[in-house]
């Protein structure tokens, strides 16, 4: 299953809104259960990758409420409201749908 | 939740190496294990992944045939036998926790394969 991500990079401003989308080749929902299998993971500079969102909207303990995360199927959006300066990071979507698993290719947030 | 890897270093073309991870605060056993690495030029891209009682793994089709998982689940420990390697498997690995999704990852282990 190929990830691709929208931008590779973007900028916005202190205080607005941060839009990145994911577009999965083929769905990642499993209909039996009705779960997206997709996450979201925030890399700053130096560290590894943070798992800030898991079955595509339930945001991990811990991680700031400006984060969320919607979508289903195959398009999916992480949307940060209120960008903060420590949101700088590369932001990356990843599926566990399959066996193989694959990420996008990451979004490079400045602000 | 803790993971430490070790073992990344230096090696020329079609030499060998073997990256291990430690693994503590959680029980090992019920977690599937994974190693993930990255590059600039490729960001991130899934290696492997072994089941908790070692029964299932899965390779990416760029590892399949010279990479092993493995786990020691009396010392918590997990590990990657990278044989033949080659200039393209340059990469920070980092080992990682399943539950379903990557829940926790350790701060990664840097692999140069360079003449």
């Known amino acids: 299953i190929v990830m691709t991500q929208s931008p590779d990079s973007l900028a916005v401003s202190l205080g607005d809104r941060a839009t990145i989308n994911c577009k999965a080749s083929?769905?990642?929902?499993?209909?039996?259960?009705?779960?997206?299998?997709l996450a979201w993971y925030q890399q700053k500079t130096g560290q590894p990758p943070r798992l800030l969102i898991s079955w595509a909207s339930t945001r991990e303990s811990g991680v700031p409420e400006r984060f969320s995360g919607s979508g289903s199927a195959t398009d999916f959006t992480l949307t940060i409201s209120g960008l903060q300066a420590e949101d700088v990071a590369v932001y990356y979507c990843q599926q566990y749908y399959s066996t193989v698993l694959t990420f996008g290719q990451g979004t490079n947030l400045e602000i | 939740v803790q993971l430490v890897e070790s073992g990344g270093g230096l090696v020329q073309p079609g030499g060998s190496l073997r990256l291990s991870c430690a693994a503590s605060?959680?029980?090992?056993?019920?977690?599937?294990m994974n190693w993930v690495r990255q590059t600039p030029g490729r960001g991130l891209e899934w290696v492997a992944t072994?089941?908790?009682?070692?029964?299932?793994?899965h390779y990416a089709d760029s590892v399949q045939g010279r990479f092993t998982i493995s786990r020691d689940n009396a010392k918590n420990s997990l590990h990657l036998q990278m044989n033949s390697l080659r200039v393209d498997d340059t990469a920070v690995y980092y080992c990682?926790?399943?539950?379903?999704?990557?829940?926790?990852w350790g701060q990664g282990t840097l692999v140069t394969v360079s003449s």
């Open positions: 990682s926790r399943s539950d379903d999704y990557l829940d926790y």
């Open positions: 605060g959680f029980t090992f056993t019920s977690f599937a």
């Open positions: 072994i089941s908790g009682g070692s029964a299932f793994v």
């Open positions: 083929q769905s990642v929902l499993y209909t039996s259960t009705n779960k997206n299998y």
